[in-house]
């Protein structure tokens, strides 16, 4: 069945959700009531989420837990993660006190260059373009000069503005390729407003251009915006200790256990397959800490795995070294992140998140998402390599498994202790619940 409505957006939120409740299910007042029960008693703070984007029924909750114990430069922080997947958290708190015993992450921002690009086509050739460009690049400052006087005090602003002949891919296409630097704001909206201005500039100079004909007058502008791509706004995070070090149990040997996790770290800088995955570990800590502070995680997540894929073969973003026994394993990531403008004066809880941190730079915000996200691969690849991944996330996941099937207080007791010792599984779990249920 179509179900089309007309000016929803107009709709008061009770209306939409009566319109969405009566349309869509067969129980509205149960569905009504899973929108109202996530909806805040407090009107004002209801108000300020209404607002953030159009047609909000409700609230959607993820758990904001945190990871302490984490050293980062000799600074000790406790970091804030927003996220579902039952055992990140844990594995990012372990492998912070591991690490925190050996010296903590070291870490280092390598560059904080943000991109944003105007991309037109030029009916002319690329050399007579060229002359033109060098010409009237001043103006593109000068045109920008209100625009960029804020970020200007603060030490940012527009680095250089190139003409980039991409003709030889598609007829007639040029970029300008703006670099910037937007210090402490992720610096989207900023970057944004110079990239218009840019080409309304390169539109007017081009109608006066004395040398140019009239079909080269007629620039067309085909869009304006920043690229999330940004492999020179990169922090590298580091950990690294004796070999002799590494194995907290006489269980596993520390030599072959820092051989077999070099191996699994090479198989993910060679076998895209792994390396996705491998990557995917790395970002349940960096999007953790991401959303917990306000920013944005799809233009993380694109911007990332553009970089993982940059040589040409998707790859792993960690690396491992093993020299003269020193076993150090490092990242290298971009983030663009903001500690300034965005939601980070908005949301009640970033603001907590920031002021948790110690009201990080944006500089500083890179390197503790790096550093999150570097925990959680050595937490991963630590389980995978010594007793398999299953048996932490389900000791985690277990608890999701007696909520699905609404253990009471006591059941959860018994069934936690049984699976103390033995393996877990979803179905082994329901098993046993059955069992005690009879
Ligand atoms: C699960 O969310 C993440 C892992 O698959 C990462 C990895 O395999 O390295 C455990």
């Known amino acids: ?38 909806l805040n008693s407090d009107d004002s703070l209801q108000k300020l989420h209404d607002e953030f984007i159009e047609n909000t029924l409700t609230n959607f909750y993820l758990p904001y837990g945190v990871a302490p114990n984490f050293t980062i430069n000799g600074k000790s922080y406790t970091i804030p993660m927003a996220i579902e997947e039952s055992s990140v958290v844990a594995a990012a708190s372990k492998a912070a006190k591991f690490w925190g015993e050996r010296g903590g992450f070291k870490t280092t921002i390598i560059n904080t260059e943000k991109i944003g690009q105007v991309h ?56 300008l390729h703006a670099t910037f630097n937007t210090k402490d704001s992720m610096g989207a909206n900023f970057i944004n407003t110079c990239l218009e201005q840019f080409a309304k500039t390169l539109e007017q100079q081009a109608l006066e251009y004395a040398d140019f004909t009239e079909d080269e007058r007629a620039v067309q502008i085909v869009m304006s915006i920043l690229s999330n791509y940004v492999p020179n706004c990169l922090v590298r995070a580091e950990v690294s200790c004796p070999i ?34 491998h990557n995917k570990g790395i970002m349940n800590g960096i999007d953790a800490v991401v959303l917990a502070t306000g920013n944005d995680f799809r233009a993380v997540e694109a911007g990332v795995h553009a970089f993982a894929s940059r040589s040409g073969r998707y790859s792993s973003l960690s690396h491992v070294s093993i020299q003269d026994d020193i076993f150090t394993f490092w990242l290298e990531v971009p983030l663009a992140l903001g500690t300034v403008g965005g939601l980070t004066s908005l949301h009640p809880l970033v603001k907590f ?33 010594t007793t398999g991944i299953q048996q932490g996330h389900m000791k985690m996941h277990i608890m999701n498994i007696l909520n699905q099937h609404q253990a009471t207080k006591e059941e959860k007791q018994k069934v936690l202790d049984y699976f103390k010792e033995t393996t877990i599984s979803h179905s082994l779990v329901v098993d046993y619940l059955e069992k005690i249920r009879k």
Do not use: C
């Open 1 to 38: 069945m179509q179900h089309y409505v007309k000016g929803f957006s107009k709709l008061s939120k009770e209306e939409k959700i009566n319109w969405i409740t009566t349309t869509y299910f067969t129980n509205s007042e149960a569905a009504k009531d899973i929108l109202l029960n996530y």
């Open 120 to 175: 037109f086509l030029f009916q002319g050739t690329a050399e007579k373009l060229s002359t033109f460009f060098n010409q009237i690049k001043p103006k593109f400052f000068s045109d920008t000069a209100d625009i960029t006087k804020n970020m200007e005090k603060r030490g940012g602003g527009i680095l250089n503005i190139v003409l980039k002949d991409k003709t030889h891919e598609i007829g007639n296409y040029f970029q």
């Open 244 to 277: 002799a070090k590494l194995s907290e149990s006489e269980v596993i040997d520390a030599h072959e256990f820092a051989q077999k996790f070099a191996t699994a770290v090479r198989i993910a800088e060679i076998e895209p397959y792994r390396a996705v995955t």
């Open 353 to 385: 998140s920031m002021e948790l941190l110690g009201k990080p730079s944006a500089e500083e915000l890179m390197q503790i998402v790096a550093a999150a996200g570097l925990a959680q691969n050595f937490a991963a690849l630590r389980s995978l390599t």
